[in-house]
């Protein structure tokens, strides 16, 4: 894939991260790749974090996903993009490809379904608040797994839903309380607050 469009912009042979992209409408525009760190729908962006370290996060606006038919990308996501350094940063000038085989693509909603948001329709389904602790968590990956407090059992807690709750930073062993969804790939916890 990757000499396919690197080819189509100007035939180079270049392989890596960070590769000058002749035939851009910017010249000091470079190949990247990475993963999509998080991407916030609601403000029209996010960072995707390079596989090159020292080259950082890369923000990408959501107006280079359009020739994708795509508003936003999910965390985990793979992204092949030329980016140029701006003011802040670095900033993704054009999407190349997106690779969703390791993302978290958020639950779809059912057409005809009210525009109320995903997590409004999960939090219906979800079970009263219970006791649960922090396994771990990763916030470049975007998530982690808290214990349930009545049998250890794993589950899923997205960054996205600490954020709601106003929970910036989180520790392994912490204590909190969550409303749990049961899905097929395991337990969510939709809401999570700090214990009284």
């Given at each position: 894939?990757?000499?396919?469009?690197?080819?189509?912009?100007?035939?180079?042979?270049?392989?890596?991260?960070?590769?000058?992209?002749?035939?851009?409408?910017?010249?000091?525009?470079?190949?990247?790749?990475?993963?999509?760190?998080?991407?916030?729908?609601?403000?029209?962006?996010?960072?995707?974090?390079?596989?090159?370290?020292?080259?950082?996060?890369?923000?990408?606006?959501?107006?280079?996903?359009?020739?994708?038919?795509?508003?936003?990308?999910?965390?985990?996501?793979?992204?092949?993009?030329?980016?140029?350094?701006?003011?802040?940063?670095?900033?993704?000038?054009?999407?190349?490809?997106?690779?969703?085989?390791?993302?978290?693509?958020?639950?779809?909603?059912?057409?005809?379904?009210?525009?109320?948001?995903?997590?409004?329709?999960?939090?219906?389904?979800?079970?009263?608040?219970?006791?649960?602790?922090?396994?771990?968590?990763?916030?470049?990956?975007?998530?982690?797994?808290?214990?349930?407090?009545?049998?250890?059992?794993?589950?899923?807690?997205?960054?996205?839903?600490?954020?709601?709750?106003?929970?910036?930073?989180?520790?392994?062993?912490?204590?909190f309380r969550a409303r749990?969804?049961?899905?097929?790939?395991?337990?969510?916890?939709?809401?999570?607050?700090?214990?009284?």
């Open positions: 894939m990757r000499n396919e469009v690197i080819s189509a912009l100007g035939g180079t042979e270049q392989e890596g991260t960070g590769g000058n992209a002749p035939g851009t409408a910017d010249p000091s525009a470079r190949l990247y790749t990475g993963v999509v760190k998080w991407f916030d729908m609601t403000r029209g962006f996010g960072f995707v974090v390079a596989d090159d370290a020292s080259v950082g996060d890369i923000l990408v606006h959501f107006s280079v996903l359009r020739p994708h038919g795509r508003r936003s990308v999910p965390e985990g996501a793979r992204i092949e993009c030329l980016a140029s350094v701006r003011d802040r940063g670095l900033q993704a000038s054009e999407i190349l490809s997106i690779d969703l085989t390791d993302a978290i693509e958020p639950p779809i909603r059912p057409r005809g379904e009210a525009a109320r948001g995903d997590a409004a329709a999960l939090i219906e389904q979800a079970g009263p608040f219970e006791p649960v602790t922090v396994k771990w968590f990763n916030r470049l990956k975007g998530y982690g797994f808290l214990l349930r407090g009545n049998d250890d059992s794993d589950v899923f807690v997205h960054i996205e839903t600490l954020r709601r709750a106003g929970i910036e930073e989180i520790e392994p062993g912490q204590a749990i969804v049961e899905r097929d790939k395991g337990p969510l916890a939709v809401i999570v607050e700090y214990e009284d």
